[in-house]
């Protein structure tokens, strides 16, 4: 058998000497993990171009010049043998043109995958570097022959620059317009002043902070009676006032809350969190109102509009309210929200019991009831894995209800008459038994001059 194989440089055939190693796909590698002898016969591409017009005629499905004249040396030696291809489109083009053989299988795909691990070891005058730079160029010069210019499309470009176009100013207005209403509050006067977009974008990145506006330059941006409106306006501006403070301001509360949830719900804090926790308390008013509201109050809590939209509709009422942004809820699976909410709900509504009337001020019980629930949210998700995988196929099914009662025919080995009767035998019936009207007999009416005697 012999093996036709395609590369960037050329073609070359190699002559298989043990067929019978084909017929083992999976260990056909091992007879390539090291270089062997094989008899070849090559045929070199002169330049890109013809590799080119080979690799585009195999694309095709055709033959290239320089493969006809390689498999006719093969022809005039050796037509007897079969040819191995990986391509069977080709193979037959070469079987209609030349007359020989082909083969394509996946032994033959093993065996190219062979050839080309050992490439450098059995196509010898070929260096390494030579052969990667025709690929390269081949690669370049077949994607730039399958990008044809099309000369009947050529307003498709104008289309996509236009909607490109319009698409660009649409997000441009949208960004202009959010950074005009965000600096607004702090520099309301310069957006009346500066009316051009670009203008206005650069020197609002320039200026910064409002204060900043009588040592910096504008004159890159803005002409320069329009600078001096802008700083002008800049000294009697009646913007709010933007600092650093603010921003660590925000950080110190969060801390402070922080620290007054761990100081007075330590137990509700572990479980939810300090931000759902503080939610609850400020939506029940105080830690012993929301002790008194029992889990499934607490479990809605903040969903009252839903609850009583879905009373009256008669509609399924809501699963969770404020408890759906705690981190055990969001962190499970859509299926099993609903079962971690009930859950958490109850652990959390005996937190805040123990948390209002407890005496110790320890998160012992929050950690261990956080603890289980975990377990709990792990079994859950594992269950559906194990149901998706297939072997919960071998967990223990309960058995059905058996709800019918018990039919005491079945007793009876005497076959069953049925006690209605078919349609036919009604009908004959009706038309064998005749029907009888009975008469009245009229009665006699009493002639003249006979009078009873009464």
């Not at 055939?13 to 999976?26: C, P, R, T, W, Y």
């Not at 077949?142 to 470009?157: A, I, N, W």
């Amino acid at each position: 058998m012999l093996v036709l194989f395609e590369t960037a440089a050329g073609y070359a055939i190699f002559k298989v000497l043990d067929e019978s190693k084909l017929q083992e796909v999976d260990s056909l590698w091992k007879e390539f993990e090291t270089p062997e002898k094989a008899n070849k016969v090559t045929g070199k591409f002169q330049d890109t171009t013809e590799a080119l017009a080979a690799a585009t005629a195999m694309t095709e499905g055709k033959m290239g010049k320089s493969l006809k004249k390689v498999l006719k040396k093969v022809v005039a030696k050796e037509a007897h043998e079969q040819l191995a291809i990986s391509d069977a489109k080709l193979g037959g083009v070469i079987k209609e043109k030349l007359n020989l053989s082909c083969v394509h299988s996946p032994a033959v795909a093993e065996l190219m995958r062979g050839i080309r691990t050992q490439m450098e070891s059995l196509i010898t005058g070929l260096p390494p570097r030579e052969i990667s730079a025709m690929s390269l160029g081949l690669a370049h010069s077949l994607s730039r022959y399958k990008l044809k210019f099309s000369p009947d499309k050529v307003d498709t470009m104008i289309v996509q620059a236009i909607s490109l176009l319009d698409d660009l100013d649409k997000e441009l207005n949208n960004y202009i317009m959010r950074c005009r209403e965000w600096y607004g509050w702090h520099f309301p006067e310069v957006g009346k002043i500066i009316t051009d977009n670009l203008a206005y974008c650069k020197s609002v990145r320039k200026i910064g902070a409002r204060t900043n506006v009588a040592t910096t330059d504008l004159s890159e941006h803005l002409p320069e009676e329009v600078e001096a409106e802008v700083k002008l306006a800049a000294e009697i501006s009646m913007g709010t006032e933007v600092s650093e403070e603010d921003i660590e301001y925000r950080t110190q509360l969060y801390d402070y809350l922080k620290n007054r949830m761990m100081a007075i719900a330590p137990n509700l804090t572990v479980m939810v969190g300090e931000l759902v926790g503080a939610r609850l308390i400020s939506h029940a008013g105080s830690l012993l109102n929301l002790a008194k509201h029992p889990a499934s109050t607490v479990q809605i809590l903040g969903a009252e509009k839903a609850l009583f939209r879905a009373l009256k509709t008669r509609r399924d009422t809501p699963k969770y309210g404020l408890i759906y942004h705690a981190s055990l809820v969001g962190q499970t699976s859509a299926k099993n929200k609903g079962k971690i909410s009930r859950m958490l709900a109850a652990k959390a509504s005996l937190a805040i019991r123990y948390d209002a009337l407890g005496e110790d001020t320890n998160a012992e019980m929050g950690v261990e009831n956080r603890a289980k629930l975990e377990a709990r949210l792990r079994h859950l998700e594992e269950k559906g894995i194990r149901r998706i995988s297939g072997t919960g196929k071998a967990m223990a099914k309960s058995d059905k209800y058996q709800h019918e009662v018990y039919d005491p025919s079945g007793d009876s080995t005497l076959p069953s008459v049925s006690k209605k009767r078919k349609f036919e035998e009604v009908e004959e019936e009706e038309v064998a038994t005749p029907v009888t009207v009975k008469t009245k007999k009229p009665k006699k009416e009493p002639v003249e001059g006979q009078l009873s005697n009464s």
